[in-house]
């Protein structure tokens, strides 16, 4: 059975102008969404992955959001021309883990509804530009009281 986890994103400062987004679906079948122009603000995504029972201790994240294999999950966010902005000069992703959030954690977010699994991570990269690839630092996912 499938169930569904909040979660939210936050990309700290990232570069003026450019477009950011979700991406929904995977390989040349996939989509963008909450699709936001950075400004001098950070930019905050909220939707939900889906979850199934595991054989392992690890759980099982699922759905159109969720990327890669099995032990190894993460969600993209879209950056420039991946996200739909023709005339930018980035064409970059940026791979959002999933990793290291227990079961313990997913437990308390079907079983509380006033809380959102939260992740920070910083929108501009060493170069100047936004951040792609996986981010590094990553100070992980966190429970955060859902206001």
């Not at 980035?90 to 954690?105: A, G, N």
Request: proline share 7%; net charge neutral; hydrophobic share 30%.
């Amino acid at each position: 059975m499938n169930q569904e986890l909040p979660i939210r994103i936050i990309l700290e400062s990232p570069p003026t102008g450019v477009d950011f987004a979700i991406q929904k679906g995977s390989g040349n079948q996939y989509e963008t969404i909450q699709k936001q122009r950075s400004n001098s603000n950070d930019l905050r995504f909220e939707f939900k992955i889906s979850i199934k029972e595991s054989k392992t201790s690890q759980p099982n994240f699922t759905g159109p959001y969720v990327q890669g294999p099995l032990n190894e999950r993460f969600i993209y966010v879209d950056i420039g021309t991946c996200a739909g902005q023709l005339d930018s000069a980035w064409s970059r992703r940026l791979k959002i883990p999933l990793r290291d959030i227990s079961y313990e954690t997913t437990q308390v977010l079907l079983n509380d509804f006033s809380f959102i699994l939260e992740t920070r991570v910083p929108g501009t990269g060493r170069d100047g530009g936004p951040n792609c690839a996986t981010v590094k630092p990553f100070s992980g996912w966190h429970l955060i009281q859902n206001l």
